[in-house]
């Protein structure tokens, strides 16, 4: 299991990154200062760190000096935009930064680009007898490969990566095209079609009226 | 032109057209006196000529016969009066009617008629030739002798009088182009003094303008450009100031628009966030209300910011409703707000007021006080008291109001903060208690437009004082105007 600790002071927003993160299947533990935070990584290894820089007591530029020579991934979390404080930031030895408010998804997502390039994601995502080798790009059902196209594969790992979760047609869009969404465009619904076809997952990726797509998996147990 | 070399101009000018006036009046005036001298000598010259003549004459004609022997002895009296008395200069010639009848120098003298004419008996007649580069003067004496005219001219030389005219006219010019240059040094000199600290100045204000305001003049004395550079230089420490105090100001409101947008991104994520998570996912009841109650609390918390911010600004603003409010008054209507939220963690409120009448706004006072007791109250453990103690003052303060509490304190890190927009002590309590950060900074604008000092005392476990000391006038808030610690 993948550990990630969160330096946090605020509280609603820490409980909203532990409780995503652990729906996400990742073990979660919470630092509320900065004193606390290298308490805690002195005990345990964890294999990510999501770093708020506006600490009290120690910033999160003072405790990433600390964390540089644990070699564990580190996400900023920060209220501040500006260029200089995301140069700061990535310059500090951070492997991403992320600017408050953002969405879950993008949080899930920054998450798992992080792990994958440290080689701590899954390298293999399955969902009932269907297996992606997210390394080799290849897909098969039942032991059988299955031939998808470079963005049927990329959708496929977004819904996988994101069980339960409602995707929002803008998300997807964004994610997978990188392009604004746009109301006509019946692009995705092609490629959801064709992915339901070619995997029989007709029952299992939901259409949520309206607005986007979901991947249920009524065996998980939600926590 | 650069001023120094217009003042040298002018003091040039000025100095040669009087010089030259001067002089040409003085040498005028000497030529004249000599000329004059010159003119009375010839003038008794040609009546002593005169009279020897006439004596002569009238002796002769008395022995002489005839006419003509008169004439022809006119002659020879002539030779004998001029041979003994002339100057080697200095001509005399005799005529009788038309005629020459004697010339001392055998010359035919060119005699102009004008000195013949308008001449009455015994009248003078004289003027003043120039002949081959030299001057002489010409005297007439008129007289009747034998029915006919008799004139008797004497000429002198008078050469010296335009010569010394001359001299002492090359002499002057020497002399004025002399002095002329001698004061032209001393006068460039003089300028190049007196205007170096104007040259001073200009570089200065050169440097002001280019936006170097930490400049100074190193001018002194009592005179206009002394008083001049002393302007400057208030001037430019005027700027200085303003300049920093903006730059000051600029600064307070970056921190601020800065501070603003932190502190609404922590519920704007919050809101965010969990309004996604109740839109994608399929929560239980229980996360449900978990997630709509963060977004409740952090809405009402953006709310309270709103208003504080709101309040901050107006007071930034407008002019307060300034009136005498009673303590007593002060101390009844915070009883009556406050009382409430303390009842909740049964805290008492102690009070020990000195009546007294303060200047201020009523409300606004209120609202300071409020949240003093509020944030003494949030500092208190459950069951114990806050007091409330009001004292007379002398001197400038004239009244104090205390809000004591013997709750958790602060450190002095955090006592020097406190009354910073957004700051707040124990961030996650604060929230809780729907705090935005903003009281103390909004109780200190208040206060300050009431001329009275926040004083805060705290140390950590033993509680905190805050001691609001109201001046009589502003000066003495300024001066005073840092929080004790």
């Known amino acids: 299991m993948i550990r990630i600790l969160i330096v ?45 820089v506006m600490l009290p007591h120690i910033s999160g530029y003072e405790l990433m000096e600390y964390i540089r020579s644990l070699e564990i991934p580190v996400i900023f979390l920060t209220a501040k935009s500006s260029l200089e ?84 047609r803008e998300r997807i869009y964004e994610e997978i095209w990188g392009a604004e969404y746009s109301v006509e465009s019946r692009t995705l619904d092609l490629h959801i079609q064709r992915l339901r076809r070619k995997l029989g997952l007709e029952e299992s990726i939901k259409t949520v009226f309206k607005v986007g797509y979901r991947m249920e998996d009524t065996d998980e147990v939600s926590v | 032109m650069k001023f120094r070399y217009k003042v040298l101009m002018v003091n040039l000018i000025a100095l040669s057209l009087s010089l030259g006036v001067v002089g040409y009046l003085m040498i005028r005036r000497n030529f004249e006196l000599g000329r004059d001298t010159q003119v009375k000598n010839a003038i008794m010259e040609n009546n002593l000529v005169q009279s020897s003549v006439e004596y002569e ?70 003027m003043i030739c120039k002949e081959d580069g030299q001057y002489f003067i010409y005297v007439t004496s008129y007289s009747k002798a034998l029915g006919s005219n008799l004139y008797i001219v004497s000429k002198q030389e008078i050469s010296d009088v335009y010569r010394m005219l001359e001299e002492q006219t090359r002499y002057f010019r020497m002399l004025i182009a002399g002095v002329i240059l001698a004061v032209s040094v001393i006068m460039y000199f003089v300028s190049v003094y007196l205007t170096r600290p104007l040259e001073k100045l200009n ?36 700027v200085l100031k303003h300049v920093e105090e903006l730059k000051e100001m600029i600064q307070s409101r970056e921190q601020f628009v800065a501070d603003f947008t932190h502190e609404i991104k922590t519920p704007m994520t919050t809101i965010i966030g969990y309004s996604d998570m109740l839109r994608s996912m399929e929560l239980s009841r229980e996360e449900q209300i978990l997630a709509a109650n963060y977004i409740f609390s952090e809405g009402k918390r ?48 102690r009070t020990d007021i000195e009546p007294a ?18 944030n003494a109250r949030k500092a208190s453990k459950e069951g114990s008291a806050v007091g409330l103690v009001g004292r007379k003052l002398r001197k400038d303060a004239y009244y104090e109001l205390r809000v004591v ?81």
């Open chain 1, 85 to 168: 404080d995301r140069m700061k930031g990535l310059t500090s030895g951070a492997e991403d930064y992320m600017v408050k408010p953002f969405e879950i998804v993008e949080l899930l997502a920054r998450v798992n680009i992080v792990l994958r390039r440290y080689r701590k994601a899954e390298r293999c995502l399955k969902f009932r007898d269907i297996a992606v080798d997210v390394e080799n790009q290849r897909v098969t059902r039942d032991g059988r490969e299955i031939v998808l196209t470079p963005k049927e594969l990329e959708l496929l790992e977004l819904l996988m990566r994101n069980r339960n979760i409602t995707l929002f």
């Open chain 2, 302 to 349: 953006l709310e309270v910011m709103s208003g504080k911010l709101f309040e901050l600004l107006y007071l930034k603003r407008h002019d307060l409703k300034m009136g005498p409010v009673h303590v007593d008054d002060l101390e009844r209507e915070l009883r009556r707000i406050t009382e409430p939220m303390l009842e909740h963690k049964r805290i008492e409120l």
């Open chain 2, 357 to 374: 009448v303060l200047e201020g706004d009523k409300d606004l006072l209120v609202t300071v006080f409020v949240n003093l007791i509020d």
């Open chain 1, 8 to 52: 946090e002071d605020e509280k609603p927003i820490s409980d909203l990154i532990l409780w995503n993160l652990t729906k996400a299947g990742y073990c979660c533990t919470c630092a509320y200062d900065g004193l606390e935070a290298a308490d805690i990584l002195e005990d345990r290894r964890f294999d990510l760190i999501i770093l708020d």
């Open chain 2, 405 to 485: 509490d013997r709750g958790i304190g602060m450190s002095q890190e955090d006592v020097k903060h406190i009354c910073d927009e957004f700051y707040m002590v124990d961030k996650s309590r604060s929230r809780k208690e729907g705090g935005a950060g903003l009281g103390l900074s909004l109780s200190a604008l208040i206060l300050e437009r009431h001329r009275a000092v926040l004083h805060v005392e705290s140390s950590l476990g033993e509680g905190t004082t805050m001691r609001v000391v109201f001046y009589e006038n502003e000066k003495m808030v300024s001066e005073d105007e840092e929080i004790s610690e």
């Open chain 2, 203 to 238: 570089r200065v204000t050169g440097e002001i303008t280019a936006g170097n305001y930490d400049v100074h003049v190193s001018v002194t004395g009592g005179d206009e450009v002394g008083q001049l550079a002393g302007n400057v230089n208030i001037m430019a420490d005027a």
């Open chain 2, 57 to 126: 004459l009238l002796q002769l004609m008395n022995t002489a016969g005839g006419r003509d022997e008169v004439i022809s002895g006119l002659k020879k009296i002539g030779e004998r009066v001029v041979g003994g008395m002339l100057a080697d200069s200095s001509s005399v010639y005799v005529r009788h009617g038309d005629d020459y009848v004697y010339s001392s120098d055998k010359k035919e003298a060119f005699i102009d008629d004008s000195l013949y004419s308008d001449l009455n008996i015994g009248g003078k007649n004289y």
